[in-house]
């Protein structure tokens, strides 16, 4: 059974930065691809980052240019960093790995953009 554990929920003021965490249950390159995503209040799930087992990354527009995504390939962990934050950033983010025919999330977690 996959498990992803998400860490680094929190409340930042506009322009601000954090950075997300999302440890795997097992070896990263297992996976197809990692990415996160976000949803907020009465609105869809979204695709924010994703990187391929490669080493590709794919942002969505929103985000390009401020959202870095990253691994750490010994800790089977991916990363986003999230810098000049905005309030329309806010929402819950879930963490998403890829096998060849299934999906897993994690449990999401809180990131608060105040103005």
């Known amino acids: 059974q996959v498990q992803l554990a998400e860490s680094g929920r929190g409340l930042v003021q506009a322009g601000g930065s954090l950075r997300l965490s999302c440890a795997t249950s097992?070896?990263?390159?297992?996976?197809?691809?990692v990415g996160w995503y976000r949803q907020a209040p009465g609105k869809q799930r979204d695709l924010v980052a994703v990187?391929?087992?490669?080493?590709?990354?794919n942002y969505a527009d929103s985000v390009k240019g401020r959202f870095t995504i990253s691994r750490d390939n010994a800790k089977n962990t991916v990363y986003l960093q999230m810098t000049s934050l905005k309030p329309e950033d806010t929402a819950v983010y879930y963490c998403?790995?890829?096998?060849?025919?299934?999906?897993?999330w994690g449990q999401g977690t809180q990131v608060t953009v105040s103005s």
């Open positions: 998403n790995a890829n096998l060849r025919f299934s999906s897993y």
């Open positions: 097992g070896s990263i390159f297992s996976f197809n691809a």
């Open positions: 990187i391929t087992r490669d080493g590709s990354t």
